[in-house]
């Protein structure tokens, strides 16, 4: 569903979106630019949890992530 919502451009935004869009498609540009930003964001955010936690455990071989596996699905 969409909803309609208000928010500030700067000019020089403004302009460009006027000049290089047309009025029909401003809101597809809009909502398709938002969701690579806030793809963005999250992908970030996400990155530095990883990096967080890579701190706070122990490094294991490749052989113990088989290992680990092969046991989780019973063939140990």
């Not at 020089?12 to 979106?17: A, G, I, M, S």
């Not at 006027?18 to 964001?41: F, P, T, W, Y």
């Amino acid at each position: 569903m969409a909803v309609k919502v208000d928010f500030v451009l700067d000019d020089d935004v403004k302009n460009d979106l006027d000049r290089l869009v047309e009025s029909g498609r401003r809101s597809r540009i809009i909502n398709e630019a938002l969701r690579k930003e806030l793809l963005q964001i999250k992908r970030q955010k996400l990155a530095e949890k990883h990096d967080r936690l890579r701190g706070q455990t122990n490094a294991i071989s490749t052989w113990e992530i088989v290992r680990a596996i092969r046991q989780d699905r019973g063939r140990a």
